[in-house]
Protein backbone atom coordinates (compact mmCIF):
# COMPACT_ATOMS: atom_id res chain seq x y z
CA UNK A 1 0.00 0.00 0.00
CA UNK A 2 1.00 3.81 -0.64
CA UNK A 3 -0.82 5.07 1.91
CA UNK A 4 -1.79 8.70 1.50
CA UNK A 5 0.22 10.13 -1.74
CA UNK A 6 0.62 14.39 -2.66
CA UNK A 7 1.10 15.92 -5.49
CA UNK A 8 3.49 17.86 -5.58
CA UNK A 9 5.84 17.82 -3.24
CA UNK A 10 6.82 21.67 -3.84
CA UNK A 11 5.59 24.50 -5.86
CA UNK A 12 6.01 28.29 -6.57
CA UNK A 13 3.16 30.19 -7.07
CA UNK A 14 2.60 33.93 -8.60
CA UNK A 15 0.01 36.45 -6.95
CA UNK A 16 -3.54 35.52 -8.15
CA UNK A 17 -3.08 32.10 -9.95
CA UNK A 18 -4.37 29.16 -9.35
CA UNK A 19 -3.47 25.48 -8.67
CA UNK A 20 -4.95 22.09 -7.29
CA UNK A 21 -2.87 20.12 -4.77
CA UNK A 22 -3.72 16.36 -5.12
CA UNK A 23 -4.35 13.50 -2.61
CA UNK A 24 -5.30 10.16 -2.88
CA UNK A 25 -5.20 7.48 -0.51
CA UNK A 26 -4.94 3.22 -1.25
CA UNK A 27 -6.31 2.53 2.61
CA UNK A 28 -10.50 3.06 1.54
CA UNK A 29 -10.59 5.25 4.59
CA UNK A 30 -13.76 7.19 4.66
CA UNK A 31 -12.44 10.32 6.66
CA UNK A 32 -9.72 12.71 4.59
CA UNK A 33 -8.52 16.28 5.72
CA UNK A 34 -6.30 18.99 4.70
CA UNK A 35 -3.93 20.88 7.06
CA UNK A 36 -1.54 23.70 6.66
CA UNK A 37 0.99 24.06 8.68
CA UNK A 38 2.86 27.46 8.50
CA UNK A 39 6.24 27.88 9.55
CA UNK A 40 7.22 26.84 13.18
CA UNK A 41 3.30 26.79 13.82
CA UNK A 42 0.75 23.84 14.61
CA UNK A 43 -1.59 22.67 12.09
CA UNK A 44 -4.60 24.02 11.19
CA UNK A 45 -7.70 22.32 9.63
CA UNK A 46 -8.81 23.42 5.99
CA UNK A 47 -11.58 21.25 4.93
CA UNK A 48 -12.19 17.88 5.97
CA UNK A 49 -14.60 15.23 4.33
CA UNK A 50 -16.53 12.05 6.00
CA UNK A 51 -17.19 10.51 2.93
CA UNK A 52 -17.27 10.70 -1.17
CA UNK A 53 -20.03 13.77 -1.60
CA UNK A 54 -19.48 15.07 1.97
CA UNK A 55 -16.99 17.87 2.77
CA UNK A 56 -16.86 20.81 5.66
CA UNK A 57 -15.22 23.31 6.58
CA UNK A 58 -12.51 23.49 8.91
CA UNK A 59 -11.16 26.17 11.22
CA UNK A 60 -8.82 28.29 8.22
CA UNK A 61 -11.15 27.84 4.91
CA UNK A 62 -11.01 30.89 3.16
CA UNK A 63 -9.48 31.08 0.04
CA UNK A 64 -9.39 26.87 -0.51
CA UNK A 65 -12.19 24.82 -1.61
CA UNK A 66 -12.67 21.02 -1.89
CA UNK A 67 -14.08 17.79 -4.00
CA UNK A 68 -14.61 14.66 -3.07
CA UNK A 69 -15.92 12.41 -5.91
CA UNK A 70 -14.35 9.48 -4.61
CA UNK A 71 -13.31 7.52 -2.12
CA UNK A 72 -9.60 7.85 -2.59
CA UNK A 73 -9.36 11.44 -4.01
CA UNK A 74 -9.61 14.87 -2.29
CA UNK A 75 -8.31 17.51 -3.80
CA UNK A 76 -7.81 21.06 -2.44
CA UNK A 77 -8.18 24.12 -5.03
CA UNK A 78 -6.49 27.78 -4.42
CA UNK A 79 -8.60 29.90 -6.48
CA UNK A 80 -6.47 32.98 -6.36
CA UNK A 81 -3.51 32.44 -4.57
CA UNK A 82 -1.70 34.85 -1.93
CA UNK A 83 1.48 35.39 0.01
CA UNK A 84 -0.77 34.31 3.36
CA UNK A 85 -1.52 30.85 1.66
CA UNK A 86 2.54 30.14 1.78
CA UNK A 87 2.52 27.23 4.05
CA UNK A 88 3.20 23.40 4.15
CA UNK A 89 0.16 21.23 3.13
CA UNK A 90 -0.49 18.29 4.47
CA UNK A 91 -3.49 15.94 3.50
CA UNK A 92 -4.29 12.97 6.11
CA UNK A 93 -7.18 9.98 6.37
CA UNK A 94 -8.26 7.76 8.71
CA UNK A 95 -10.75 5.20 8.71
CA UNK A 96 -13.63 7.14 10.95
CA UNK A 97 -14.79 4.39 13.27
CA UNK A 98 -17.28 5.43 16.07
CA UNK A 99 -13.65 6.63 18.62
CA UNK A 100 -11.86 7.58 15.30
CA UNK A 101 -8.53 5.54 14.67
CA UNK A 102 -5.04 6.94 13.38
CA UNK A 103 -4.72 9.97 11.03
CA UNK A 104 -1.90 8.61 8.08
CA UNK A 105 -0.72 12.15 6.48
CA UNK A 106 0.57 12.27 3.27
CA UNK A 107 4.49 13.62 2.91
CA UNK A 108 3.22 17.12 2.06
CA UNK A 109 3.22 19.95 -0.20
CA UNK A 110 5.67 22.93 0.44
CA UNK A 111 4.03 25.95 -1.19
CA UNK A 112 5.28 29.29 -2.04
CA UNK A 113 3.38 32.23 -3.76
CA UNK A 114 5.36 35.28 -4.60
CA UNK B 1 -15.55 26.47 19.17
CA UNK B 2 -13.19 23.31 20.16
CA UNK B 3 -9.87 24.70 21.47
CA UNK B 4 -6.26 22.45 22.09
CA UNK B 5 -3.78 24.38 24.21
CA UNK B 6 -0.76 22.64 24.46
CA UNK B 7 2.53 23.75 26.79
CA UNK B 8 5.12 24.19 26.60
CA UNK B 9 6.16 25.13 23.38
CA UNK B 10 9.56 23.93 23.56
CA UNK B 11 11.34 22.01 26.00
CA UNK B 12 14.97 21.20 26.43
CA UNK B 13 15.92 17.99 28.30
CA UNK B 14 19.05 15.91 28.89
CA UNK B 15 19.26 12.56 27.78
CA UNK B 16 18.23 10.15 29.98
CA UNK B 17 15.70 12.67 31.71
CA UNK B 18 11.91 12.55 31.14
CA UNK B 19 10.02 14.88 29.25
CA UNK B 20 6.63 15.47 29.96
CA UNK B 21 4.27 17.40 27.86
CA UNK B 22 0.58 19.11 28.45
CA UNK B 23 -2.59 19.85 27.01
CA UNK B 24 -6.08 20.72 28.24
CA UNK B 25 -9.15 20.56 26.19
CA UNK B 26 -12.40 22.41 25.83
CA UNK B 27 -15.10 20.09 25.03
CA UNK B 28 -15.61 17.65 27.74
CA UNK B 29 -17.29 15.02 25.45
CA UNK B 30 -14.32 14.64 23.39
CA UNK B 31 -13.05 10.59 23.32
CA UNK B 32 -10.06 10.19 21.73
CA UNK B 33 -6.56 11.75 21.91
CA UNK B 34 -3.26 10.83 19.81
CA UNK B 35 -0.27 12.16 20.10
CA UNK B 36 2.22 12.61 17.11
CA UNK B 37 5.72 13.40 16.47
CA UNK B 38 7.13 15.22 13.35
CA UNK B 39 10.95 15.31 12.55
CA UNK B 40 11.85 18.00 10.88
CA UNK B 41 10.48 17.94 7.18
CA UNK B 42 8.48 15.22 7.81
CA UNK B 43 5.56 14.06 7.98
CA UNK B 44 3.74 14.01 11.67
CA UNK B 45 3.25 10.06 12.50
CA UNK B 46 1.19 8.38 15.09
CA UNK B 47 3.02 7.52 18.65
CA UNK B 48 0.16 6.76 20.61
CA UNK B 49 -3.10 7.51 21.29
CA UNK B 50 -5.62 7.00 24.36
CA UNK B 51 -9.48 6.94 24.58
CA UNK B 52 -12.01 8.47 26.55
CA UNK B 53 -12.18 4.87 28.64
CA UNK B 54 -9.17 4.20 30.07
CA UNK B 55 -6.86 6.93 31.90
CA UNK B 56 -3.27 5.66 31.16
CA UNK B 57 -1.34 3.88 28.74
CA UNK B 58 2.20 2.91 27.78
CA UNK B 59 4.47 1.74 25.46
CA UNK B 60 7.57 1.34 26.01
CA UNK B 61 9.01 4.59 27.21
CA UNK B 62 6.46 6.73 25.98
CA UNK B 63 3.22 6.92 27.98
CA UNK B 64 -0.34 8.89 28.06
CA UNK B 65 -2.08 9.77 31.53
CA UNK B 66 -5.99 11.39 30.24
CA UNK B 67 -8.55 13.16 33.28
CA UNK B 68 -11.36 13.64 31.94
CA UNK B 69 -12.45 15.30 34.85
CA UNK B 70 -10.09 18.30 34.22
CA UNK B 71 -10.18 17.97 30.78
CA UNK B 72 -6.12 17.24 30.22
CA UNK B 73 -3.67 14.87 28.76
CA UNK B 74 -0.15 14.48 28.83
CA UNK B 75 2.70 12.76 27.00
CA UNK B 76 5.76 11.19 29.15
CA UNK B 77 8.58 10.51 27.78
CA UNK B 78 11.08 8.51 30.06
CA UNK B 79 15.09 7.98 29.25
CA UNK B 80 15.22 10.43 26.63
CA UNK B 81 17.61 10.04 23.58
CA UNK B 82 18.64 12.14 20.54
CA UNK B 83 16.69 10.66 18.81
CA UNK B 84 13.16 12.10 20.62
CA UNK B 85 13.83 15.29 19.47
CA UNK B 86 11.06 16.85 17.76
CA UNK B 87 8.08 18.15 17.69
CA UNK B 88 5.52 16.76 19.42
CA UNK B 89 1.44 17.54 18.52
CA UNK B 90 -1.67 16.32 20.92
CA UNK B 91 -5.07 16.54 19.28
CA UNK B 92 -8.16 15.68 20.17
CA UNK B 93 -11.93 14.64 18.72
CA UNK B 94 -14.80 16.51 19.59
CA UNK B 95 -18.47 14.77 20.35
CA UNK B 96 -20.53 16.26 17.50
CA UNK B 97 -17.55 16.61 14.77
CA UNK B 98 -16.03 13.10 16.02
CA UNK B 99 -14.76 13.23 12.24
CA UNK B 100 -12.44 16.45 13.10
CA UNK B 101 -9.60 16.31 14.40
CA UNK B 102 -8.01 19.51 16.40
CA UNK B 103 -4.35 19.52 17.49
CA UNK B 104 -2.32 21.56 19.46
CA UNK B 105 0.10 24.16 18.82
CA UNK B 106 3.00 21.70 19.32
CA UNK B 107 6.64 21.26 21.47
CA UNK B 108 9.86 21.33 20.18
CA UNK B 109 11.67 19.27 22.47
CA UNK B 110 15.15 19.32 22.25
CA UNK B 111 17.42 16.19 23.82
CA UNK B 112 20.66 17.44 24.53
CA UNK B 113 24.05 15.23 24.84
Known amino acids: NAGVTQTPKFRILKIGQSMTLQCTQDMNHNYMYWYRQDPGMGLKLIYYSVGAGITDKGEVPNGYNVSRSTTEDFPLRLELAAPSQTSVYFC?????????????FGQGTRLTVV | GENVEQHPSTLSVQEGDSAVIKCTYSDSASNYFPWYKQELGKRPQLIID?????GEKKDQRIAVTLNKTAKHFSLHITETQPEDSAVYFC????????????FGTGTRLQVTL
Open chain 2, 50 to 54: IRSNV
Open chain 2, 91 to 102: AATFTGTASKLT
Open chain 1, 92 to 104: ASATGQYFNTEAF
